[in-house]
């Protein structure tokens, strides 16, 4: 899912025989594996804390997208000395950073469907997985760290390079229009490519999924917020839900109106589980699919 806040790549490489989108390759230690795709909402650590003790280390993948962050740096930095060693730091800087921005990382990682991996606190799943910074960030640099935890940089160079080096020809051609420079042949870019390119590793096998039922709570965090970005009003109605339970097992009912305009109704066991029955339906008038 692709939010309003949630901008696409600018950098949009071309992938083809000839210069293939690179597989994933795997991890092979589980208790990597599983770490690298563990936010720290899963566990709910507090954030506070100076240093984890010896015996219970913090479980999330936080130190792994710490690690991956320099790796990618590092890679991404000596890939362009090779492609263009003649760039000067000022805009070898320019188009590292529209390298491993934000947008470009969430673009990888959907196409290497890492987001759908992850595990979150249930609550928090659905705000959390519609974030560019879970969908780019946490996911792709967390499993960098990871596989260089492993594999050191022999076993993440040769993948970054066959796959950065399509994104670092489009942001150096950005970077160069910039600085109104004229454009150079296309096929010179190419040769550049062909030459930094080392070989890939083999194909990662399919990933098994999890048969579980996706979770359905966390559809009022989401609407709250996407509602709070726009400035706009809510207001919640409840209404007799006499005769829908029991006394024990009461059924609230609930109307969500949006600056005076019915966006949803809902109806569960407690006025909370109601309001997201609504923020659901009200998450679909807003064109967001969750």
């Known amino acids: 899912m692709l939010l309003s806040d949630s901008p696409p790549s600018i950098l949009h490489p071309v992938f083809n025989a000839n210069q293939p989108f690179p597989p994933l390759p795997d991890i092979n230690k589980e208790s990597i594996r599983t770490q690298v795709f563990t936010h720290r909402s899963y566990y709910g650590r507090p954030n506070h804390v100076f240093e984890d003790h010896p015996q219970d280390p913090s479980p ?10 320099t790796v990618l740096g590092l890679v991404v930095t000596k890939l362009l000395l090779e492609m263009y060693p003649n760039l000067r730091v000022g805009p070898s800087t320019k188009i590292r950073a529209l390298v491993v921005g934000n947008s470009t990382l969430a673009d990888i990682s959907r196409m290497y469907d890492l987001p759908a991996r992850l595990r979150l606190h249930p609550a928090q ?10 969908q780019g960030t946490s996911t792709n640099k967390s499993y960098v760290g990871g596989l260089y935890l492993e594999q050191d940089l022999p076993g993440v160079q040769p993948w970054l390079k066959a796959l950065f080096t399509p994104y670092a020809i489009e942001a150096y051609k950005r970077v160069r229009e910039q600085h109104r420079l004229p454009p150079l042949p296309t096929t010179e870019l190419e040769l ?3 030459d930094s390119v080392l070989s890939s590793p083999p194909p990662s096998p399919p ?17 709250n917020q996407q509602l709070q970005k726009a400035n706009r009003i809510v207001e919640w109605i409840y ?6 339970g029991t006394k024990t097992t009461p059924i609230w009912i609930v109307k969500c109106e949006v600056d005076g305009e019915v966006y949803g109704r809902g109806q569960g066991g407690t006025k909370k589980a109601a309001r997201n029955e609504a923020a659901k339906e009200g998450l679909k008038k807003m064109g967001i699919e969750v």
């Open 60 to 69: 999330d993948n936080e130190k792994y997208e710490h690690l991956g962050d």
């Open 125 to 134: 799943a659905i705000t959390l997985r519609a974030s560019v910074n879970i």
């Open 192 to 194: 550049v490519a062909r």
């Open 207 to 223: 990933h098994p999924r999890s048969s579980a039922t996706p979770t359905t709570i966390g559809h009022l965090a989401l609407f």
């Open 239 to 244: 209404s007799d839900g006499t005769g829908e």
